[in-house]
């Protein structure tokens, strides 16, 4: 969780009335033998505990063209909880590229000059759904051809990628790494449905990396935990929980959830909610792609299922990509669009011993700006 707690006691002294500056209408109606307001009324002391608690909120911020906008201060965001304006205490850019311009640039931009390049952590997810669509295979096995040749050309030394895959249940073939190869190797066994390396510990391949299968159960507890596609993907954020950073999932599906009436795709509250509260509280975005451009032979699949990645992607600060000419394109987008991000940091208070779920709205007032940024955060001793 991006918050920082710690708990402030507030004695609240209740005066009864009377206490200070009786005046003779209240002494008119007094009765004979009842204490004056002076004698009875005594201060009384109520404590409420609240935990006050920083908030750390990563927001990307593009032009219509896709760059990231730089030089953005505390005056140029809006960020509100329950529909109440929130005071920023800062706003601090960060970049995974060395900033090359002068000193002077720098401090008119808002960047600093001197700061290390960030590290940026992809997982590239395979939704393996070829029983569902026989053709989906062979766009599975390009899409994992275009994957590897993104992570090659477009990816920096301090890209981190991990590589899994799900079709009835989570399976880690990488670990996060920079090894180009071993994450190719890793891809090609995910879009073939390669067995799951991690069923046994000593053939697991680890990175250099933060661990995925530190934060990972047991494999038993894995496949129990993921039976379903929304249990996965809690496995997964609960995984990257300990990495400080914007986490990004590049989900390549053709979509998920139940047809219900119509032929309209609903998520089944009973798991969407509580999915989408472990990413966003594990600051995990989702940038969904679709396995099938939008094809006019087949509009049922395109509206039902199309819907539930625009949905995973907008609720957790990532971006839904559908109907391009290939999979590169939305690839090269998402590197495009973490090439840097800011750091909002607020204030925000809960009463002491609840817990829940707190919904935040980010904004830029430039209008023309697009901005990205997860929905909330878990306060308290929740799960």
Request: glycine share 10%.
């Amino acid at each position: 969780m991006n918050q920082k707690t710690l708990t402030v006691v507030f004695a609240i002294l209740t005066v009864l009335a009377g206490v200070a500056g009786a005046g003779p209408a209240l002494a008119q109606g007094q009765t004979q033998g009842q204490p004056s307001p002076s004698e009875s009324a005594q201060p009384t002391q109520f404590e409420e505990q609240i935990e006050v608690s920083e908030v750390l909120l990563d927001v990307l911020v593009t032009d219509g063209r896709g760059n990231v906008v730089l030089g953005l201060g505390k005056d140029d965001f809006t960020v509100q909880e329950d529909g109440e304006p929130v005071d920023l205490n800062s706003v601090t850019f960060y970049s995974n590229r060395e900033f090359l311009e002068s000193a002077e640039r720098a401090r008119e931009i808002g960047v600093a000059a001197d700061q290390v390049p960030i590290d940026r952590y992809f997982v590239l997810f395979f939704h393996d759904q070829r029983s569902l669509l026989p053709r989906l295979t062979a766009q599975i096995l390009d899409a994992g051809r275009r994957a590897k040749q993104w992570t090659r050309s477009m990816l920096g030394p301090n890209d981190y990628v991990a590589v899994v895959s799900y079709d009835y249940q989570l399976k880690i073939f990488q670990d996060f790494t920079t090894d180009r190869e071993a994450i190719s190797h890793a891809i090609d066994q995910a879009v073939r449905g390669g067995e799951d390396p991690g069923t046994w510990p000593s053939r697991r391949p680890t990175g250099e990396g933060p661990s995925l299968f530190d934060g990972m159960p047991s494999p038993n507890e894995i496949r129990k935990g993921s039976e379903r596609f929304y249990g996965a993907m809690e496995l997964l954020a609960q995984a990257t929980g300990p990495i400080q950073a914007r986490k990004n999932v590049i989900l390549f599906s053709l979509g998920f959830g139940e047809v219900r009436d119509f032929g309209f795709y609903a998520p089944d509250s009973r798991y969407y909610r509580p999915m989408i509260e472990e990413l966003n509280d594990d600051n995990v975005a989702v940038y969904s792609i679709d396995l099938i451009s939008i094809d006019p032979g087949e509009p049922v699949l395109e509206n039902v299922y199309g819907n539930s990645l625009s949905s995973i992607s907008a609720d957790t600060g990532g971006r839904y990509y559908f109907n391009f000419v290939n999979f590169t394109t939305p690839l090269e987008q998402v590197a495009r669009d973490n090439n840097g991000y800011y750091l909002l940091s607020y204030t925000s208070r809960h009463p002491r011993g609840e817990s829940g779920y707190q919904e935040v709205t980010v904004e830029t007032k430039n209008r023309q700006f697009r901005t990205r940024a997860r929905e909330g955060y878990r306060y308290g001793e929740g799960p």
